[in-house]
Structures are given as structure tokens and as C-alpha cells.
């Protein structure tokens, strides 16, 4: 009942990409607990991975917030029934104490999640990172390019250009700070 993250799937930087794949590795860790302290091995698991859960989305979205992503509210509510949901995992494994079918539920929870969410909603933020994060550089180009025109044709804009170097002389011939 092993759940793999496919390679090719969207990507958010290292950091939130290796704590998605953390995630798998923790739910696959405890889809396949034996033994008889396995309930009580699994409860301490979904504590930690609950845990990170929260850690994760925290950090996609201040992804979302930093970048205005405007289709963030529906995200945000997918990544609170996520969790809730590995929380009722949790509250239903206390309650029975039964293993197998709390594995099967958390292998559900994680089989939609990947499906539904990581594979269409984050793909979908992912694309529209990419897209953001390349319109910024070209509207960085187009400003170094007007930067350098306006350098060009009038000399004496130099100094007066953000973040150009102030280079002039004094009165005497001097060079100037
Ligand atoms: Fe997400």
C-alpha cells in the first residue's frame, strides 16, 4: 500500500519539496507499523506527522501570500481538511485502537491528497509561481534596459538613476566620491 510521489510533479524550492516527500515517507511508515505497541507507535507518528503537515502548508502558504496568489482561499481550505482529516485518523485510532483500519484511512487521506491536491492544486500554484516569477525578471530586464537608455542619451540623469553609481568631478578636476 506504499504511496510514491511521481518525479516529475510541479515544485515549490528543495525545502517544501523534500517536506512533501517527508510526509509520504512518514504516512507510508505507519500505513506499514506491525506489533503490539503499533497503536500506540502510530498515535505518537500522527502526532509528528500532523505536526509537519501544519509545518508544510505554513510554508506554501506564505508562498501564496508573498507572491498574491489570488486563488488562495480555496488551498488554504484544502490544506485545513487535510490535516483535520489526519487529525480524525488520530481521534478514531484512539477511540478503537484498531490499526488496521486507521492505516487504511490515513492510506485514503494520502492517496486523495496526492491525487487531488498535490497533483492539481499545488501543480497548479507551481505554474503560476513559474509564470510570476518569470514576468518579474522581464519586467527586471525591461527596467535595466530603460535604466541604461536613460543613461545613454542623458548624461546628466547618471547620478540621479536608483542605484547607479555617482561618479562625478569637482570643480577643481578632481574625482568625487
Ligand atoms: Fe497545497
Known amino acids: 500500500m506504499y504511496i510514491v510521489l511521481c518525479e516529475d510533479l510541479a515544485t515549490f524550492g528543495p525545502e517544501l519539496d523534500r517536506g512533501r516527500q517527508l510526509l509520504v515517507d512518514m504516512a507510508n511508515a505507519i ?77 485514503h487521506v494520502f492517496l486523495h491528497w496526492v491525487r487531488d491536491h498535490v497533483q492539481r492544486d499545488d501543480a497548479r500554484l507551481a505554474r503560476w509561481l513559474d509564470k510570476r516569477r518569470d514576468r518579474l525578471a522581464r519586467k527586471e530586464e525591461e527596467a535595466q534596459d530603460s535604466i541604461l537608455w536613460a543613461r545613454q542619451r542623458r548624461p546628466e540623469l547618471r547620478s540621479s538613476v536608483p542605484g547607479a553609481a555617482c561618479v562625478g568631478w569637482t570643480q577643481r578636476g578632481n574625482a568625487a566620491k
Open 31 to 107: 500505513v506499514e507499523a506491525r506489533g503490539p505497541d503499533a497503536p500506540s507507535r502510530m498515535t505518537d507518528a500522527l502526532t509528528l506527522l500532523i505536526r509537519s503537515a501544519d509545518r508544510q502548508i505554513q510554508g506554501e502558504e506564505a508562498l501564496m501570500e508573498a507572491a498574491a496568489f489570488g486563488r488562495s482561499a480555496p488551498h488554504r481550505r484544502r490544506h485545513r481538511q487535510f490535516v483535520e482529516r489526519l487529525a480524525e485518523v488520530q481521534r478514531s485510532l484512539s477511540a478503537r485502537q484498531d490499526i488496521v483500519a486507521a492505516q487504511l484511512a490515513l492510506h
